[in-house]
Structure formats: C-alpha cells, structure tokens
C-alpha cells in the first residue's frame, strides 16, 4: 500500500516536469536578451571612431566591387553585411534619425549601443526588462525637456549666420569639411529658396544634386532652376540657346512607327520605295508642325527602349523650325521635371497643346570644365502652390569624392531643414549630454526604487558622446569629460569640448559649435525606443 502511494506522486511528478521546466526557464530569454545585447553593441562599437570632427573614415567595398569611403554613419551601417536580426535594427534606428533630422546618424547609434550597455548592468542586478524599457522612455522625455531649455531659438528670416554656423558644424567631421566655408551658405540658399515663410517643413527632393567629374569643390555651385546632365542634340544644325522658352515634356517617338513583332519588307520597284519615303516624311512633317504650331521650341523627349525617340529626319525638321531638342530623359526625371517646369507630360501628338507646355526665361547649354550642361533658368509658375526648385553642381577630381561631397551636401541640407520644422539651435561638443546627464543624477537621487537605478545608468550613458569626442580627438577623456562636468556644476551649461584649440574646453555658444535642437532630441528618442524595442524580445524563431 505504501509503494503505492510513493508511486503516485512520483508518476505525477514526472508527467508534469515538462511542462513547468518550459514555463519556469528563465535562462534561455535572459541568454537571448545578452545575445542581442551583444550584437547590437559591436555594430555600435564598428562605428564609434567615426564620430566628430577628428573622426576616422571607413573604406567598404561592397558586393558589387564598389569602393565607398565615408564617416557618415547611416552610408557605413547600410552597406556593412549583418547578419544577426538585432544588428539590422540599429541599421533601421540609422535610417530613421537620417529621415527625420539628416544629421546625427553615427550618434543615435552610439548612444544606443552605450544604453544597452546600461541594460546589461540593471538586469544583471535582476531588474525586470519592461521595467528598465519604460523608466528609459521617461528618463528620455525628461532628457527633451531639458534640451529645449538649453535651446537657442533664432528667426530662420532674420538669423542666416546662425543657419551657415549650424551647416558648417554638420560638415566640421567631414572629409570635404575644409570646403564648409563654401558648402554651407550654398546649402542654406538652396533651403531658403525653397521653403515659403509660413512653411514647417521642406521636401529636399526639390533640391537636385548634379554629380560632374572635373574641376575641384569649389567649383560647386548653385544654379535657380533646373540643371539636366543630357546635352542638346547638335547633329541637324539646332539651336542650343533658346530665350523666352515654351518647354514639352514629350513621351512619345517622333520616327516613324514599327510593328510589335520583327518583319522585313521587300521592295521591288524604286517607286513603291520613293512612296514609302515620302510617306516616312509627311508623317514626321506633320508632327513637327502640330509641335511648332503649339508654340513650343524646346523639346524634351523622354527615352524610348523599342524604337528610336527621334530620327535623323526628325531632327532635320525640327532644326528647320527652330526648335531646340534635348533627348534620352530618364523615365525617373519625368516627374521632377514635370513639377519643376510647370509643364504637363504630353504621351500623344493629338494632346500637344499650348497649355501644357512650361515656360523659362532661359534654356542654354554651357560648357562647365570639360563638360557639358543644360541650364533652365527664370522658370515661370503657372500655379500659386508650385513649389520653386534649385539644382546644384556638385564638382570634384573623381567619383569617391563626388558621392562623399553629395553625402555631406545633403547632411547640410537636412540641418538647415531641421531649423525649419523647429526654429532651435543647440551647443555641440557634448555640452548638451553632459548638462542632460548631471541633472538626471541629481533628479534619480530624489526617486525611490527601481527607477532610480535605471534613471542613474541613463544618466552616466549619455556620457559616452562627449568621451567619444575626446577619444577620436587624442585626448584623455577622462580628464576632458571631468573637467566638463565640473564646469556645468558651476553653471557653464554651455561648456564643451574644443577640438580647434586641442585638449582645451571652451564654451560651445561663443566657439559657435552650434547644431539644431532637433538632432539631439531625435536621436536620444530614437534610442530609447530602439532599446525598448530589443528588451521586449525574449526569444528569436526562425520561420520555414
């Protein structure tokens, strides 16, 4: 009877262990979080040298025999090979600080691996995930509260020397930064000739970068209109200037028709050929006068692939009519031209009507070191709404440094156009993660429990930009970042570290290391959130 009874809650414990060993397992999500933890934190680490001014670029070669060099954050993180899921996330954290503020890439990815870094520590300590995830998204909150006080605010109308200082501090850590002086009030023209004055933000696709081989950067240049880099075709003797121009954008061929499949017709007498060359002609004829008597005479006709866009015969006639042509416009340009022209795409000879044509001061083609451009310039604006476009000329000796330069025109640009969507400037040089850090330490000695943990660990993390600065500086960080809090004790909250004047502090405002207010709050939101994100997993499965 007693063997009987022993054996029955020993059968039960058995048909219930696995089950319960599954439930209470907790090693295998603690495994997976540090896993995570850990590939996150070495793309991190791949990219913290090239932080700041005297940061280190990188040579990628990527799976297409390209050579990229860059120091730009987001360009290292989406041409590097990952495999682990987490370490693409970082990539995504990368891509989103790059559409929303432009600037700031390498640091949201930074300070995410620092504070996952912090992670590792609290939950060591045995600090449940979701508790550290939303102490962080409220230490972060608090963090944005105290940037906008340290903010400047400025008039983008009124203030156009904060907006070229603020530019040229984006391009201070670029290869091509020697250039800022020329680079950064050219980016701050092209903005404000785009954004209208009530406007809160700014659509950079109306800003086009021409990439041409040649000259130096200095040669770099903006033009107010629209630059195409397809020259005016020359063989029938065309104009290549034109004032007063009525520009259509044509989708159709003007040569003669072809069937869909391959035939060969065979002529046998002289005067069923003359026939057919005449007919040849008349057709074409007949679509040159429809053209010119729409008052068009500048011709943009988009690339055809079946058939040639225009013939030889047709360039003769249009020559004849005094009508400039310019051909093989890519079927990606049609749309931006379109906007920017104010012009309609015409897909049919029987649409060709003088209301859908555009109209320009000015269309020329220019020789511009070795190379030729088209310039349209003066552009009139049927609508009230249509938005004005710029272009610029991006030169340079080859094409590393034309992708290198564009890269850093564009961070420019997205600088300025952060100072749109939010009118607030900021000292650099880790002033601000510096200043956030001693307040949120004095504000978690005052909370009770677990937050003020995390609230502690959030603080000393935000510490590994202004280190980071100093490092990649070839200073003694510690000595830097320790006299830098000293200083913000004593209520220089503008105190930062001076890379001009090397091994030295100095106050970022008067140094004029300025950069928008909305980089920083960007990127220690982003971060927050993309730790949030990565401590909520607690196991990864692969699908078949």
């Known amino acids: 009877m007693s063997a009987s009874v022993m054996s029955t809650p020993r059968a039960t414990k058995t048909t219930a262990s696995p089950s319960n060993s599954v439930f209470k397992n907790k090693e295998k999500p603690q495994e997976v979080r540090k ?29 297409r025999g390209e050579v990229v060099i860059s120091n730009d954050g987001h360009t290292i993180l989406k041409e590097m090979a990952l495999l682990h899921p987490v370490a693409k996330m970082l ?54 509260e105290i940037l906008d006080e340290m903010s400047v605010k400025i008039d983008l109308h009124k ?70 880099t397809q020259t005016v075709v020359k063989q029938a003797g065309g104009p290549t200037r034109m004032e007063k121009a009525r520009i259509g954008l044509v989708q159709f061929q003007i ?17 069923q050929m003359d026939k057919i060359l005449k007919e040849e002609r008349a057709y074409l004829l007949n679509i040159c006068k429809k053209i010119k008597k729409s008052k068009c005479n500048v011709l943009l006709i988009q690339k055809s692939i079946l058939r040639d866009a225009v013939n030889e015969l047709a360039l003769h006639f249009l020559a004849k009519l005094k009508i400039m042509v310019i051909k093989d416009i890519e079927r990606e340009e049609i749309e931006f031209l379109s906007r920017s022209l104010g012009c309609k795409p015409i897909s049919d000879v029987e649409l060709f009507t003088e209301d ?58 997205c600088v300025v156009r952060c100072l749109v969507k939010k009118s607030a400037l900021i000292a650099g040089g880790g ?73 030295t502090t100095s106050d970022a405002v008067q140094e004029h290391i300025l950069q928008p207010l909305l980089v920083n709050t960007s990127a220690i939101t982003l971060s927050a959130e993309c730790v949030k994100s990565i401590l909520r997993i607690d196991d990864i499965t692969f699908s078949r």
């Not at 040569?255 to 005067?271: F, G, M």
């Not at 009230?384 to 991006?394: D, G, K, L, R």
């Open 431 to 503: 002033a601000p993660e510096i200043e956030t850090s001693r307040l949120l330490m004095k504000e978690a000695r005052a909370k009770e429990g677990v937050e003020s943990f995390v609230w502690q660990e959030f603080a000393q993390s935000l510490e590994i930009i202004p280190t980071t600065l100093a490092e990649n500086a070839g200073l003694n960080s510690i000595k830097v970042v320790t006299e830098l809090r000293a200083k913000h004790e004593r209520g220089e909250k503008y105190a930062a570290i001076s890379v001009r004047r090397s091994g």
């Open 356 to 413: 859908r044509l555009g109209s320009a001061d000015l269309v020329e083609e220019i020789d511009s070191d070795g190379s030729k451009i088209v310039e349209i310039t003066g552009i009139q604006h049927k609508e009230e709404h249509t938005t004005p476009t710029v272009s610029v000329v991006i030169r340079g000796a080859n094409n590393m440094v034309l992708d290198e330069t564009e890269r850093s025109i564009h961070d420019s640009l």
């Open 159 to 228: 203030d156009k020397d904060a907006l070229i200082r603020a530019a040229s501090t984006s391009l201070s850590s670029k290869i091509v930064s020697q250039y800022s002086s020329i680079l950064a009030p050219l980016s701050v023209d092209c903005v404000l000739r785009i954004a209208s004055k009530n406007s809160e933000n700014v659509d950079l696709k109306n800003i086009r970068l021409i990439k041409k081989v040649g000259g130096t950067i200095d040669d770099t240049a903006m033009v107010d209109g629209v630059v195409l």
């Open 91 to 144: 990539v995504e954290v990368s891509a989103a600080q790059d559409s929303e503020a432009g600037d700031g890439t390498t640091s949201v990815v930074i300070l995410t691996g620092a504070l996952l870094g912090a992670c590792e520590k609290l939950l060591s300590m045995g600090i449940h995930p979701m508790l550290i995830a939303e102490s962080f998204q409220n230490a972060a909150s608090r963090c944005v």
């Open 35 to 63: 896993a995570n933890i850990i590939a996150a934190r070495a793309v991190a680490d791949s990219i913290r040298t090239s932080l700041g001014p005297k940061g280190m670029d990188k040579m990628i070669k990527t799976s």
């Open 255 to 271: 040569s003669p028709p072809k069937p869909d499949t391959e035939n060969n017709i065979v002529v046998n007498d002289y005067r």
